[in-house]
Each structure stands twice: as C-alpha cells, then as structure tokens.
C-alpha cells in the first residue's frame, strides 16, 4: 500500500494466486483486539473482508480499506452489508474518530510507516487502540538472502528490488511513540509457515517475480531458481516439509491524550 513505484507496493494478485503458502487467518491477533458493540473500528487492509466480518459480528461498526480495487470489490460482493473503501492508509483522512485501528498481515507491505502511523493515529479518538500484526525483521530471510546473492552472481544489482518494510521490535514502537503512542505491547516471534505440495520454493519465486526478476531473462531466472532452491533447502525443509521461516511482529497500542 501507498502510492510508489508500481514496482513497490501491494500486489494482491500475489496472494489471491497462491493459497499454498498464504496463511492470514488473524484469529490471535483479532483476539488482542477485542471489539466491542457499537464500537467504530478501521481495518487497514481488508483484502476480502473476513476479519472486517468478524468484526461486525460482535455488533462493531466496522470500516474496510484496502488499495486493491478487486480486493474491495470482492469484499463488497461477499459482504454487501458492510462498508468497503479503496484507499491508501498513507492518505486517508476521515472525519469519522475511530475507538480502534485494526491491521493483519498488511503494514509490511508499507514502506512509508510514518505516513502509516500517522495516518492511525489522526484516525483514532483520545484513548483508541491500534492492533496489528505484520512481517518483522527477519522474515523469509533465508530465501531473500539466496535471491540477493544469485541475482547478484548472475549481474542483477539487488537494490530496489524489495518491496517490504520488515522493521525490528525496537524500530517500529520507537516509530509510534514518536507518532504519539503508548505501545502496550510488542511482540516478535517467529511462525513457521508450511509450503503445500513438493514444489519446494518455486511457486513462491514465481508469485513475487514481478518485484524480484521483472528484468531477469528465462534463461538466467531458470538458473537462479535452482541456484536459491539448493541454497535454502537445508535451511527450509524439515521432515520432508518446506516451512517458511516467516517472522511477525504483534503490536497495541494506544493513541495517548493531549492533556
């Protein structure tokens, strides 16, 4: 999400293709964010609108935004009662003041948090609670570190290849205090995720190719893959199960009075 280079934000095509290794069921993160009825709470980054449905279902007023137009448009058709909006979290101003700011699995996909923070925090009433979780430091680090050293063995220049934001514990509550936050709670723990099926990695590749080897010929691409594979299965599989050593960081937050 945020306005960037095409190359730098959010591309839902890449999760709506690949269930295999896409795990965002948000359960405990939802727990820790506790909505209550006639609650007014902004889910950043709704995707199709499950969780903004959990959300409602415990009598919230619930607000879905999301940059990808299918995604909302998606969302609306599942839940037509429920309100859907294309938005960038950089951006979005609202005179509406919410009791709660809800994220899952998004806020890494943002590389300018400032403008995030900021924009959570405008939205939130005295005392409103932010809740989110998202990718840290040290996510899927084994197969990022493989694509820098291949593409690099190979005469691709890694930088600007990214398109992730994945700040440590201290980075991203240094960054809402200095927002105007309380942080409650901060939480960084890794969470295995398992690759479905015996293709090991290279559907993964293949989802995120348009950020990592938009330039890379087939030729050097069908290289490079085997090159990465080779490298990270040691690391990866266990008990011949591919798991992703996928990283999250868990954050509430309160937005704190001005008086």
Not at 96 to 116: E, G, Q
Not at 150 to 179: D, K, N
Request: glycine fraction near 8%; hydrophobic fraction near 40%; proline fraction near 5%.
């Amino acid at each position: 999400m945020c306005s960037e280079p095409s190359n730098n934000h959010w591309n839902s095509k890449a999760y709506q293709d690949n269930p295999d290794f896409v795990v965002k069921p948000g359960a405990e993160v939802l727990s820790l964010l506790l909505p209550q009825s006639g609650e007014r709470i902004l889910d950043v980054g709704c995707g199709t609108g499950d969780l903004t449905a959990k959300i409602a279902a415990v009598g919230a007023v619930p607000t879905g935004i999301d940059l990808s137009e299918e995604m909302v448009r998606r969302a609306g058709q599942k839940y037509p009662e429920l309100n859907f909006q294309v938005e960038d979290v950089c951006h979005y101003r609202t005179d509406v003041r919410y009791d709660a700011v809800f994220s899952n699995a998004v806020l890494h996909w943002i590389k300018d948090a400032p403008a995030a923070a900021r924009t959570i925090w405008l939205t939130l009433r005295e005392g409103g609670r932010f809740v989110a979780e998202f990718a840290g430091r040290g996510n899927v680090a084994a197969l990022t570190t493989a694509m820098e050293q291949e593409l690099e063995a190979h005469g691709y220049t890694w930088a600007g290849r990214s398109p992730w934001y994945f700040p440590t514990i201290g980075e991203y509550a240094s960054l809402l205090e200095q927002t105007g936050f309380r942080v409650m709670l901060a939480q960084h723990f890794d969470k295995p995720t398992p690759l479905k099926g015996d293709i090991g990695v290279r559907k993964w590749l293949d989802s995120f190719a348009d950020y990592f080897f938009r330039d890379v010929t087939l030729a050097d691409k069908a290289s490079i893959y085997r090159a990465i594979e080779a490298k990270v299965k040691p690391h990866l599989v266990r008990e011949g199960q591919w798991m992703m050593d996928t990283s999250r960081l868990r954050i509430v937050a309160v937005k704190e009075s001005l008086d």
